[in-house]
């Protein structure tokens, strides 16, 4: 079984940085791009940013561009999302995902085939 886990949510104030992680088992960590979504309270699932299964190429949302930044460990099976300038907009249920192929629409939830429980990342000022 596939199974994906992410970490390191808690609280943080505004100006601060926070570090998300996430691991997959069940599966080759490096055939899969993974990607970051969040969800606010009471708003929809919204996507972060991705990164190529190789770690040369990455994308991110017009909110994190030049804060946020993604990272992958393929021989530790471990993905980062390194979070910087956090704003109180930030607040979010943050999710990885895990998909087989990369698409233009890499932001499209129904892409990816394996997501995790989500880890709760609080912005105070």
């Known amino acids: 079984q596939v199974q994906m886990v992410e970490s390191g949510g808690g609280e943080a104030q505004a100006g601060g940085s926070l570090t998300l992680s996430c691991t997959l088992t069940?599966?080759?960590?490096?055939?899969?791009?993974i990607v970051w979504f969040r969800q606010p309270p009471g708003k929809q699932r919204e996507a972060v940013g991705c990164i190529s299964w190789s770690g040369f190429s990455t994308y991110f949302a017009d909110f994190a561009e030049g804060r946020f930044t993604i990272t992958r460990d393929n021989a530790k099976k471990i993905a980062s999302l390194q979070m910087n300038s956090l704003k109180v907009e930030d607040t979010a249920m943050y999710y990885c995902?895990?998909?087989?192929?990369?698409?233009?629409?890499?932001?499209?939830?129904?892409?990816?085939?394996?997501w995790g429980q989500g880890t709760q990342v609080t912005v105070s000022s």
């Open positions: 995902a895990a998909g087989s192929f990369f698409s233009a629409s890499w932001f499209e939830p129904t892409l990816y085939e394996y």
């Open positions: 069940g599966a080759p960590f490096d055939d899969y791009t």
